[in-house]
């Protein structure tokens, strides 16, 4: 081993106003999941290296660069989504000016679509290609055979999966291979981040504090077109029921957590698996509630059963769409027939429902929103939201646009779900519709009488009366 490295992670500035536009006060902000599995791995190995939740602590560039300074490190990682990109970049330039001899770094969902000229054109010497942990691990073990020079022109060009800069020339390196026993990456590493109780869910996702986030695996067999799973056919992966339970346990019992949201893609991909979580959680049941993602398909009323007794008392799922036409146009692999069903079991099992829909699909016309709105009201559900749809760089509606429709921006900085103005819009449909028919949806189904009646029924605790008020407050100001 050479010269200590010092590694800094930051999980660069992002507002819960950016993310969710005017439902910013429902919103989430959650601690960085793939900045502590990476850092996790470093400390496995040995290595020194801190995290910068700059989203979660409100700080700006300037704030950055300060801390920057005060802990001096050789690396800084910069985690990018679509959306934040414009910012890593101007971070990039920012840590550049600081020192020369800082190694840039960035990695994320962002770079499934085009790292060479994102790396042309910006200050960030190495952007890294899917998963992170393996390949810091030996950008880490490079540098510390030398200076970043040699470390650029001699070792970079044995890293799978990065794509860097060496002397203005882009080099692409062949792609890494996905993790395959993911049980060997550690739980994240959250005591690195500001004090988890401090971090909060979607105001629609818990039921108790504190709460966080979980991931119990990666990937996800489908490839629905504007997913990121279509941009990368990576393997679906599981971590064992051991390690579930051990990070679960180590939640309740170090950081005190009462409410889990599994954000999984698809939790109950892999039925056995499910059922044997779900017994182990049962038994946890008294300290512990939590809600999951799932998928019409690969459900059916046992298994809501199961999960219902084990602590779940919310299930998401995208429906997208009251349209069987756009459902199929987008490969989602349903019928809506088998969505209603999956709505008339949780009402039987006693399940609250957070179905996902999405206004501006391809395809769509004002009357394919309106059976979106009233196949919402028709099913029973709790808390159905309408996102705007996303392009997002490298799925494959990105690559088929043109057959859909247009893009109304090219800034990446309103590729969000929540933001106010679309960024894309199908033919047939304008910018104003998009708006108009997403704020009627919200109004249509949330502001009628077995909706209303719905949630005060399900009211159990003095918690969930503070929530509704607060949905209620954000509601009223859209
Ligand atoms: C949970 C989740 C959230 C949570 C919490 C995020 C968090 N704090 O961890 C919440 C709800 C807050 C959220 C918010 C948003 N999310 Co989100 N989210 C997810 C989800 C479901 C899981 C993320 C996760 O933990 N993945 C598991 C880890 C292991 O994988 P990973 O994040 O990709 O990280 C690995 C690599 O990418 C790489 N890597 C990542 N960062 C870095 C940094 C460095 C330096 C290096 C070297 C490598 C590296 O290494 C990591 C470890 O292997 C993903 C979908 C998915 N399955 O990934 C979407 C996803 C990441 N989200 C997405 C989006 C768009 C958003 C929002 C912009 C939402 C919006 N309203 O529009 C915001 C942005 C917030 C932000 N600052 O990132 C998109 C990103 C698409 C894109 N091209 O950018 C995804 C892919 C979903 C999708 N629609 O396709 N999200
Ligand atoms: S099922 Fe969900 S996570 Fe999987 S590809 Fe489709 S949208 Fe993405």
Redesign the pocket.
Known sequence: MGRQIKTL????P?TTES??GKFAGA????????????AAYLLKHGKDVKIIDA?KLKLDISGISKMISAYSPDIV?????????NTVKLLASEIKDLSSDILV?????????NPAEEVKNSKLD?I?I????G??LE?VEGLEQGNLGQFISERSPWIRGIVYKDNNTVKINPPRDP?VDIDS?PFPARHLLPPLHTYRS?IATFKRLPST?V?TS???PFSCI????S?QRIKFRMHSIGYVMEEVDELINKYKIRDI?F???IFTVDRGRTFAICKELAKRKDRLCWVC?IKVGLVDKEMLKVLKDSGCWLVMFGVDSGNQGIIDTMERKFALEEAEQVCDWCRDIGLMIHPNFIIGNPGETVEAINESINFARKIYCHYPVF?TM?P????KLWDNLHRYGRLATDNFDS?????EKPCFIPYGLTEGLIIKKRKEAYLKCYLNFPMVLRHICSIKSFEDIRRLLRAFRVLIGI
């Open positions: 992670l930051i999980n660069p992002f993310i969710y919103g989430a902000d959650h601690a960085p999941l793939s900045l502590g599995y990476i989203a990682g910069l985690h990018t989504c679509t959306p934040n990109i770094i960035a990695g994320g969902p962002h770079f499934l679509y190495i890294v899917g998963e992170g942990e390949t810091c950008i993790i990456i979607t986030i991931l990666r990937g996800c504007y997913c990121h799973n941009a949201t954000v999984d893609d993602n996102m996303v997002y760089p490298g799925t590729f969000t779900f929540g933001s």
